[in-house]
T-cell receptor, first 117, second 115 residues
Framework: AQSVTQLGSHVSVSEGALVLLRCNYSSSVPPYLFWYVQYPNQGLQLLLKYTSAATLVKGINGFEAEFKKSETSFHLTKPSAHMRDAAEYFCAVSEGAGGTSYGKLTFGQGTILTVHP | DAMVIQNPRYQVTQFGKPVTLSCSQTLNHNVMYWYQQKSSQAPKLLFHYYDKDFNNEADTPDNFQSRRPNTSFCFLDIRSPGLGDAAMYLC??????????????FGPGTRLLVL
């Protein structure tokens, strides 16, 4: 069974500061990992994903994430926060080849990012 | 430009009155999903279609049904909405399921209010 834990339901940073959103996963097979962003009253938009190629993944809007197998983590970072980054962020996992959870994403509980001027 | 389209964006219904939410896609993907998302919670998968094959999640209430008449369209029917069904409903698609790390594309959602 796969699961995702996002540490911190709320993160607050100042504009220009580093953004760090934490995600740890559990999976019985090599995972595929995703970060999605959701703005108020909108659907989810893919920021980036890890699919067993490079462990450092670059996404849209200046975000990146590093897959660390030894720590079962996939934390999301951005060097300098903008006001427009204020949103809710979801980490998600789907099982790779050999997994039984065909067709499913398992989401973390989400982290609301607030950016202060 | 829109790839996954949901109509309407906001839907108000009365307690117990059947309601249908619609989703269409221009991606020609095989798989379409319906999620329910309550306030400050993660999306919860209700069911998905791989082509015409329907896959229901074990804990999806019988009150929720779905139809997929063709590749492009998928509908969510709530037979007798209760107050607890007020939520954002998200439609999503993927080309062939997620076993190979494919991206799932989401629509903008329909917010359902039950009076």
């Amino acid at each position: 069974a796969q699961s995702v834990t996002q540490l911190g339901s709320h993160v607050s940073v100042s504009e220009g500061a580093l953004v760090l959103l934490r995600c740890n996963y559990s999976s019985s097979v090599p995972p595929y990992l995703f970060w999605y962003v959701q703005y108020p009253n909108q659907g989810l938009q893919l920021l980036l994903k890890y699919t067993s190629a490079a462990t450092l993944v670059k996404g849209i809007n200046g975000f990146e994430a590093e897959f660390k197998k030894s720590e079962t983590s996939f934390h999301l970072t951005k060097p300098s926060a903008h006001m427009r980054d204020a949103a809710e962020y979801f980490c998600a996992v789907s099982e790779g080849a050999g997994g039984t959870s065909y067709g499913k994403l398992t989401f973390g509980q989400g982290t609301i990012l607030t950016v202060h001027p | 430009d829109a790839m996954v389209i949901q109509n309407p964006r906001y839907q108000v219904t009365q307690f117990g009155k059947p309601v249908t939410l619609s989703c269409s896609q221009t991606l020609n993907h095989n798989v379409m999903y319906w999620y329910q998302q309550k306030s400050s919670q993660a999306p919860k998968l209700l069911f998905h279609y791989y082509d015409k094959d329907f896959n229901n999640e074990a804990d999806t209430p019988d009150n929720f049904q779905s139809r997929r008449p063709n590749t492009s369209f998928c509908f969510l029917d709530i037979r007798s909405p209760g107050l607890g069904d007020a939520a954002m409903y998200l439609c999503a698609t993927s080309r062939d399921g997620l076993a190979r790390g494919e991206t799932q594309y989401f629509g903008p959602g329909t917010r359902l209010l039950v009076l």
